[in-house]
């Protein structure tokens, strides 16, 4: 079975240029990074060489590691003008990462424009990724209405990352990470179930963060909603730097199909132990429930956080 990971972040040397020559967020001087709604941020270097990143790549015995944009930058929601030079500088160099790199595609959703997704997904890209508060309502489905029949028109998945956090300066630096995304991940959640999967039937959706743990809400949706808390099977959860006691619970809450794991990387280092330090039902659940459709990592959070 080959290991895979389906979420990491890997800024290419185009991109941080391209950040680079922004004077507005987000952009980096020299290695900080400003994003509206969060406090500077000092990016290790390191964490975006592409040579140490095979070699832990190898170490992780990965035989696909899945690098996205980072959604919470917020250059998704830029204007079109503003949003091209990023996007094509982040497409153009994870196109050409060496294996074991793979790639999502990215888009604009502030203004959609469906004719450039399909032609970036021409080259190769895995799916697309779309920031979580672009899915969070009925209005946010009928915008992103050409992307998402694009997915389904070529069977190519959709991943849900967590997107730009509403800024609170008096906050501690963790907590965009630990409410606003979560908020987002748990609206996107129940936003497709409520708007996304009657449109678009066959399409397949990973959600970052194991959903904002939204699926363990299966009995109050059943009980405040009058219908059933089915499991859904086109929709799938990635555990990012959740740990055993999350990841298990989720596991009870859906099942062994819809749980994929990935590192989040370069802030999670996965531990080398066998079963991964996830616990007896996620143990199963990965090694013998259904093994062939699950996708292999692992997630123990670091010290430190940044966007992603």
């Known amino acids: 079975m080959t290991n895979i990971d389906v979420h990491q972040h890997l800024w290419s040397s185009s991109f941080v240029a391209a950040l680079r020559a922004r004077d507005k967020p987000p952009f980096l001087d020299g290695w900080t990074l400003y994003v509206e709604g969060e406090p500077p941020y000092e990016v290790s270097p390191a964490d975006h060489d592409v040579a140490r990143r095979r070699e832990l790549a190898a170490a992780d015995g990965l035989g696909l590691a899945l690098v996205s944009l980072s959604a919470p930058l917020g250059v998704e929601w ?16 994870a196109a050409g990462l060496p ?27 895995a799916g697309l990724q779309l920031p ?18 694009l997915l389904e028109a070529r069977d190519l998945p959709l991943f ?5 956090a509403a800024g609170d300066s008096t ?66 959860v990635e555990t990012s730097s959740y740990g055993p006691r999350a990841v298990d619970a989720i596991v009870r809450a859906l099942g062994a199909e819809a749980v994929v794991q990935g590192t989040d990387r370069p802030y999670a280092e996965p531990p080398r132990r066998p079963g991964f330090g996830l616990g007896p039902a996620a ?26």
Do not use: K
Request: glycine share 8%.
């Open 132 to 149: 979580a508060n672009a899915l969070a309502d009925a209005a946010g489905y009928a915008r992103c209405a050409p992307l998402l029949d």
């Open 171 to 236: 906050a501690p630096g963790w907590w965009p990470a630990l409410v606003p995304y979560v908020q987002q991940m748990h609206a996107s959640w129940f936003a497709f179930r409520a708007f996304g999967r009657s449109r678009h039937p066959r399409l397949r959706v990973c959600f970052a963060l194991l959903a904002g743990l939204a699926p363990l809400h299966g009995e109050r949706f059943a009980a405040r909603s009058g219908d059933r808390d089915e499991v859904d099977p086109g929709m799938f």
């Open 160 to 164: 849900v990352h967590p997107g730009p």
């Open 78 to 93: 830029l204007p079109a003008e503003e949003a091209r030079p990023l996007l094509d500088a982040y497409h153009e160099d």
């Open 99 to 125: 294996e074991p790199f793979g790639a999502w595609a990215a888009a604009c959703v502030r203004d959609i424009d469906a004719d450039a997704t399909a032609a970036v997904l021409d080259r190769g890209f």
């Open 283 to 308: 143990d199963h659940a990965f090694r013998v429930a259904n093994p062939r459709r699950l996708l292999s990592g692992s997630c123990v959070p670091r010290e430190t956080t940044t966007p992603g």
